[in-house]
């Protein structure tokens, strides 16, 4: 946490609200949200997906609440679920109230699509009573005709002039339990717009690009958005929306916000070069292997997986745990020192082996367990392949001699 709060802007401080028991914005861990795919009346395929999602990291969950049978199907899920449950309502402010009845814990109301004044002040009014609150989630592909009009498409401007006239019907019946989201599928329009919001209003604010599409151009697109403004202290509450099993974006969600050390790492992080001229062992092979064994594990180490032993075991001094490759043997590390050595076909499995203790025992009685002999070895290892393949393996200082002859 400390590089981080060192380096990230610090937080807006906006207001606090709770969606169920996950309190949002005020100073609270930045929660990861994510939408079922199922049809909630589909009781049992719904709360299936929800301890998925819950499992790979989501703190809320939104369902559709598009037809009474869905409201039915939210009543029997929301006493099962794991997580607070949001209703998404668009086009039918019937379905917010009935999503009320069957007792969420949030409403996500689109104020493109939600238009009446005296609909959506019936909505306000009876979450205050039941104190449930709203996300207004203004979506730039869905925005209200009249304001297109008037910005001449879907501005910034645009997008918080919606959010105001969603307040505006809030106030008038004295309920201000917001949220907001102002989301667009275009990355510079969606951040521009949540600056704004974050200027403008004290709210928390749920970030997102919209309709980002399939992994990986959604994962960069949604990433590039979301990232950026939590580097500027923006976002109380994200969600990536992913065409994508939703599990893919409760993972996105709890990655991205571990890899900005804002929340503690709960699973494992596995570093691994990019492998070059000087990798013993297919890399790629190791460290994708390695990650599928380890993240069963759920445990919260780094873990390097790193192609040779000449710069290998030193590059990843940081990392918890390691293995470098070298003359057909894997030398194990923990913060660098060297522990094992193993034959290169154990490699994967002693690096799990040794996540386990690791976990279990700490790193002093680890490092004191060490193989005796373990470090001598594997400076020989490492003397030997300097001594095979020279300091220089990319060939790199004749090149560069080439160029001075030359040029
Ligand atoms: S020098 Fe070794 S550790 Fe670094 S990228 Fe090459 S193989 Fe990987």
Redesign the pocket.
Known sequence: MDISSTILKPRKNTRQIQVGKVKIGGGALISVQSMTTTKTADVEGTLGQIYELAAAGADIVRCTCNEREAAEGLAKIIPRSPVPIIADIHFHHEMALAALEAGVNGLRLNPGNLRKPEEIKQIAAEAKDRGVPIRIGVNAGSLHPDLYTKYNGATPEALIESVEMELNYFREVDFDDVKISVKASSVPLMVRSYELASEKFDYPLHLGVTEAGPPPSGLIKATAGIATLLFEGIGDTIRYSLTADPVEEAKAGRQLLEALGLRERRGIDLIA????????VD?IKVATLAQARLEELKLPLQVAV???V???PG?ARAADLGI?AGRHRGHLFIKGKIVKVVPEDEMVEALVEEAIKLAEEGVEARLAAADKNAAKEAELDRQELLSQKGAD?NSSEIVIDKIRRKY
């Open positions: 070069c990019p492998s070059c001229g000087r990798a013993e890399v790193m192609g040779c000449v710069n290998g590059e470098a393996v």
